[in-house]
């Protein structure tokens, strides 16, 4: 099986969440060996705040010796991405060489009359099995990430959520004396001074004291995390998600924005490190999205918006449905059909001191980044 020939598969299985009983799911772990028994994981209940924290963590465990494995549910670059080791995504190769002992697993149990299985299933067994492989010694699992408009794996949460609990995060811990920057930002927190981390956006500052909590709380669980490490790994994190800066003249950046608490704060985000210059928006989201209260925040800061396509599911809201409704809130709108027509546009509309900003659904911003990558490198 190929890397596409995986994604095909995975793509077409039923994507319901709730089945009446767990009898398929647990039928599959048995029949890879249940995997998950050899496995030790760090549950982080995330709210409805996005998976910076759980990578933070990850990068401190890794800088204090530990092998660790990662889950996240977004996908940004591809697909793969979802399942880290030593954080990094795993390879297309041996992601699809998973993909067909789960498929074969699977075909196994249609013969012995199981219900097929699921999507989410699949992809926990893949997980489990991925990380036992690979011999990891602590697993970063993150929950409740899902929003009404932001799917997440329930499979993997509830399994999670009965055998270890979860790791509650305080989303009102507050950094004192920070030092916003774009390439670094300075931040105390409790007893902790002089902590930093190396990329910018006021959500990831807060990520970073959130996992400074959770650091804390492992430490008394018994993990050997010395404050070197915790230094070490804040500042050596990086990762592909909310408010990732790409590059400069002009600056470009992308944000997945789901919901008017995340629209807030991009703003925020935008008036710290961008005060005084345009944003050439590029956008692009789903059916649910409330786009009119979502773009309400950042109206304020348009030179003009882009809108684009984002998939050809159903789920979509395509580029000239999105434009018409935004246009009632800012007359500088047009609506694409491609993301490298977006892009260049928006470089013929920003002028150096203006910043361009992909933000919406995470399905399209992966690819947009690498446009603009490229672009920038241009």
């Known amino acids: ?187 105390d927190y409790r007893e902790w001074r002089g902590l930093e981390i190396t990329s910018p956006g006021v959500g990831r500052l807060e990520s970073a004291v959130n996992a400074v909590r959770i650091i804390e709380s492992l430490q008394k669980m018994g993990y050997s995390i010395a404050e070197k490490a915790l230094r070490k790994g804040l500042a050596e994190a990086s990762f592909i998600g909310d408010f990732s800066v790409l590059g400069k003249n002009p600056y470009a950046a992308i944000d997945p924005v789901h919901t008017k608490e995340d629209a807030l704060e991009l703003a925020k985000s935008i008036q710290t490190y961008f005060p005084e210059r345009k944003v050439v928006f590029i956008a692009g989201m789903i059916q649910s999205d409330e786009y009119a209260g979502l773009f309400e925040p950042l109206n304020p800061f348009a030179k003009f918006v882009i809108t684009v396509p984002v998939w050809d599911k159903k789920e979509s809201m395509g580029s000239y449905q999105l434009a018409s409704g935004l246009i009632k809130l800012n007359p500088n709108v047009t609506a694409v059909d491609s993301l490298e027509e977006a892009v260049e546009i928006s470089c013929l509309l920003a002028e150096k001191s203006d910043v361009v900003i992909g933000f919406g659904a995470d399905i399209f911003l992966g690819r947009l980044a690498t446009i603009l990558s490229d672009r920038n490198r241009q």
């Open 1 to 187: 099986m190929k890397y596409d020939e995986a994604i095909e598969y995975m793509e077409s299985l039923s994507h319901e969440e709730w089945m009446e009983t767990r009898d398929t799911f647990h039928r599959l772990c048995e029949k890879l060996g249940n995997p998950w028994q050899e496995l030790s994981f760090i549950h982080i209940s995330a709210g409805d705040h996005k998976g910076s924290v759980p990578a933070y963590v990850s990068f401190v465990l890794q800088a204090a010796g530990y092998k660790v494995g990662r889950y996240i549910s977004q996908t940004i670059l591809r697909f793969s991405e979802r399942l880290q080791v030593g954080n990094k995504p795993i390879t297309k190769k041996y992601f699809a060489e998973l993909t067909q002992r789960v498929k074969d697993a699977c075909r196994e149990l249609g013969e012995e009359g199981y219900p097929a299985v699921t999507f989410y299933e699949a992809e926990a067994a893949m997980m489990f099995l991925c990380f036992k492989e690979h011999g990891v010694q602590a697993v970063v699992a993150e929950t409740g990430l899902g929003t009404r408009n932001h799917s997440y794996n329930r499979i993997i949460e509830e399994w999670i959520m009965q055998h270890y609990p979860p790791l509650e995060m305080k989303m009102n811990s507050t950094a004192k004396r920070v030092r916003y920057g774009l390439k670094k930002q300075r931040f």
